[in-house]
């Protein structure tokens, strides 16, 4: 039994791993010959259904009390910009670099948490670490300048939705709604899918006459793998280990995404990427244990 459990954690993890750094490659492919409207619109439709019909044969249907229906309100708001944001940027940027640039999530909400939720101040240790993952993003914005005005307006578009998603972590926690994950999804997609609808109809207008086989299978693998098993696996992963050991994933995703993108999108892998990508997941390391490894080394001395 112990053996099996250990076997679902492990294909668990691997499986995070590996949504999480094929998403930024799916999301600019499910994009093509469509348009970016068309791919997130689709993408949340399947999202949502799923998520909605999981929760309910499994807790049954979500409740709509009034502080659920605002944890829905604050997680759908979120859903609508942060992935708006980041499917806009995608246009203009790498695959590889959105996976960076989301590197700085826990940063993001460290220092937001410790603002609103008046969480413990951020150590010495956090604050380098921090300021590190920091440089690390300046230096990949100012080299993707000279790839015109659109590539750093990718950047800030993903900087962007780190932003209103690390505000949605936060407000969610604040108005401490005991509802099982996967509920408080399904409400967040079912709330904003509206406004992606009338995002399309508004700008586009039009539906696609055909849709290729790359954007289509991009979308369906979204909106089941992106949506929906990779938020489940991680929030598995969160009550089986130590929020450390999943925060390893943080490190591993933006590396594997960049390699991912130069192999089978033909993205370009400049020094001034590599190294802006390791400051910043060096600042990740040292925001995260860089305590722990101070601690360490002086037991050693």
Known sequence: MKNKETLKIMLAYIGVVLIWSTTPLAIKWSGEQVGFLFGITARMT??????????????????????????????????????????????????????????????????????????????????????????????????????????????????????????????????????????????????????????????????????????LLSIVYLGVMGSVVGFVSYYYLLSNLRASSVALITLVTPVMALVLGNLFNHEALTSTILVGTAFIVAGLLLHQWGERLSKIICLRR
């Open 46 to 215: 399947i999202g949502a259904m799923l998520a909605l019909v999981l929760t309910l044969l499994r807790f049954g249907p979500p409740p709509l009390h009034a502080r659920a229906c605002y944890v829905y309100s604050a997680a759908g708001v979120a859903i609508y910009g942060a992935m708006l944001a980041v499917y806009w940027g995608a246009q203009y940027i790498p695959s590889g670099l959105i996976s960076v640039v989301f590197g700085l999530t826990p940063i993001v909400t460290a220092i937001l948490a410790q603002w609103i939720l008046q969480e413990a101040a951020f150590t010495p240790w956090k604050i380098f670490g921090a300021l590190l993952g920091m440089a690390g993003l300046v230096s990949i914005f100012y080299d993707q300048i000279s790839f015109g005005n659109f590539a750093a307006m990718g950047i800030s578009a993903v900087l962007l939705s780190v932003t209103l998603h690390s505000i949605s972590s936060v407000w969610v926690k604040k108005l401490d709604v005991k509802l099982p994950a996967l509920t408080i999804t399904a409400g967040g997609l079912v709330f904003a899918l509206p406004l992606f609808f009338v995002s399309y109809i508004l700008f586009e207008g039009e539906w696609p006459t055909q849709l290729p086989l790359k954007p």
